[in-house]
């Protein structure tokens, strides 16, 4: 624990000149290196920007993406054996809050915690930082207590304490580009350019990435911008912007995807890369024009928040140890099949990953690549110079692959190279957008694929969607249980005591109630008597029903397993699965 004693005044000055100096920094470097937070190269590569930009090593680490401010955090705290705090840490009240000014207090990244009448126990984001720290010991007369806080608990704790944002970005309605045009592109980016516009830009992404967004929604509106994130698959309003701020924002964007500015007519598409709180992460972004303006949904590519393990994405047992076993055919087609955004690519990606190896050669072609995979030879399609998904794929058989990943089979061309692929002794793994595994079938029937190819090939079609989970903080047994027990009860998942919770909200799950996602899935294995009903083109109602008689859990039944253990809520597996 490190305590800041306010004399003597050279004493603390020295602390703070040894923390920032050379030798420090180098110490604290190889320290990470000790702790495989980087590797030697990583070392080398920041240390050497950090010589060329003047900058502090550590804030050259984050800024590289090497390592994210969280992990800094707690690197520095156990380097420094200073304690950092956690949330339930933060006080309800702002200690000596009239003696300390709040722009002091933002400007510095400083929280006080707690006083008494001998010791400040403070919250600081930079522990290396000790000059306010001095300014504050000598201007209260207490002996200071150290902590470290991580910056995004900071600006939460400060929005909380103080009411407000902790970048204090506050912009006001700008009529400069209302009427920017064609001919006025300089004035667009002087604007886009500007320092208040990238830090609201910065921020709005910031704040996505802690609420752990999969998606941010920039729509125009008559009397207002209005900003939404996808938390969870549940879109929420974060902010409202002034229209005036409409070009500004919107340029902004364009610039960091390298879009067309001055191209406010047609859709756009674009990707951005950048270090969000030191965390590398990849952002698609789309623009399309409104009637008020241009929409912009940016889909979040955060590496860091997948997990590829089909534990963690919450299949259950019995269906990984199935598709496991489709996954080691030698040859034929596993088809995922769900609505956008159900997780279909992250299972692929999943399955890819488990199989990859030195002794095979697996190849993806995808439109776009959304997360880059060790071992994986990754194609991203281009429609507008030809190479689209047919062309990708005639030419990645040329290269002998063992296992091929289709991003998606949207029409009749794709999934006949993929059946053909298949019957030359390649296992093949792609997506269709339906609503079933039965519905898969008649899909490839309806784009022409012939019954007795789909029979011979198709080893099984896993259906998913996402379900959210309860917030394990504040979830309490539902009003109805009673009556959903009584339904479920007699149903083969329902083992054990029933734990059917609904949600409340708290401060852990931003008061929704419920804090990440879980996959309800059915897997569909064409077994003998299906592939007979799949050649005699029987209707899906048929074969559904076959499915079921050979074993197959529904997604309903999947969903309510979930939901009868406690892990979800029935009106959420209700909400994605439209079975009353």
């Known amino acids: 624990m490190t305590h800041v004693d306010p004399s003597p005044r050279q004493e603390v000055e020295q602390k703070g000149a040894d923390a920032r100096s050379g030798a420090f920094l180098q110490q604290f470097g190889a320290y990470l290196v000790q702790e495989k937070a980087i590797d030697e190269l990583a070392l080398q590569r920041s240390q050497r920007a950090a010589r060329q930009s003047g900058e502090r090593f550590d804030r050259v680490l984050t800024k590289l993406g090497l390592v994210s401010e969280n992990d800094l955090s707690a690197h520095l705290g156990k380097f420094l054996a200073i304690p950092v705090i956690a949330p339930a840490d933060l006080p ?65 704790a400060w929005a909380s304490l103080y009411g407000q944002k902790a970048e204090g970005v506050a912009l006001v309605d700008d009529d400069r580009a209302h009427d920017a045009s064609d001919y006025d592109l300089q004035r667009l980016r002087d604007i886009a350019n500007e320092a208040p516009v990238i830090r609201r830009v910065n921020q709005i992404v910031g704040d996505a990435i802690e609420a752990h967004a999969s998606d941010i929604h920039i729509e125009p509106g008559l009397d207002a911008v209005l900003v939404r994130y996808r938390i969870d ?39 951005v890369k950048m270090a969000v709180r030191g965390v590398d992460i990849d952002f698609r972004v789309s623009t399309i024009p409104t009637a008020h303006g241009e929409s912009i949904v940016l889909r979040i590519l955060d590496r860091s928040q997948v997990s590829l393990d089909f534990d963690a994405l919450g299949f259950e047992p019995e269906t990984i140890a199935t598709l496991r076993h489709l996954m080691h055919n030698p040859n034929g087609i596993v088809l995922v099949t769900g609505p956008t955004g159900s997780g279909k690519t992250t299972t692929l990606y999943t399955a890819l990953r488990e199989l990859s190896n030195p002794d095979v050669k697996v190849f993806t072609v995808e439109d776009p690549i959304e997360y880059q995979l060790a071992g994986v030879n990754q194609v991203q399609v281009q429609p ?7 062309a990708s794929l005639r030419a990645m058989l040329r290269q002998d692959p063992d296992i091929i990943m289709i991003g998606e089979i949207r029409d009749a061309a794709t999934a006949k190279i993929a059946i053909q692929s298949s019957l030359t002794g390649h296992l093949v793994f792609s997506t269709l957008h339906t609503n079933s595994a039965v519905g898969s079938i008649t899909r490839l029937i309806d784009m022409g694929v012939e019954p007795y190819l789909i029979a011979s090939t198709v080893k099984g079609v896993l259906a998913q969607r996402l379900v959210r989970r309860l917030c394990p903080h504040c979830a309490k047994p539902m009003d109805a249980r009673r009556q959903w027990r009584e339904r479920l009860a007699g149903e083969a998942f329902a083992h054990g005591p029933d734990r059917l919770s609904a949600p409340v909200g708290c401060g852990h799950c931003r008061n929704s109630g419920y804090s990440g996602r879980s996959t309800i899935a059915e897997l569909l294995i064409l077994d003998e008597p299906l592939r007979r009903l799949v050649c005699e083109s029987a209707p899906d109602g048929v074969m559904a029903a076959a499915a079921k ?21 029935v009106d959420e597996v209700l909400r994605v699965t439209r079975v009353d």
């Open 92 to 156: 309800e009240e702002v200690a000596l809050a009239e003696q300390i000014p709040q722009k002091f207090l933002r400007a510095n990244g400083i929280l006080p915690l707690a006083a008494n009448e001998s010791a400040l126990t403070l919250a600081v984001t930079d522990p290396l930082d000790l000059g306010p720290v001095e300014a504050l010991a000598y201007s209260t007369g207490l002996s200071i207590d150290l902590r470290i806080v991580t910056p995004a608990l900071f600006e939460k």
């Open 233 to 271: 698959g549940v879109l929420r309003t974060s902010d409202t912007l002034p229209p005036g701020l409409k070009a500004a924002i919107t340029s902004r964007i364009k610039i960091m995807a390298r879009l067309d500015i001055a191209e406010r007519r047609l859709p756009q598409d674009g990707r």
């Open 384 to 390: 507008a110079i030809g190479m689209d998904f047919p």
């Open 549 to 569: 008689e050979a074993g197959m859990m529904t997604m309903y039944q999947c969903g309510m397993a979930k939901a009868w253990r406690g892990e979800t809520t």
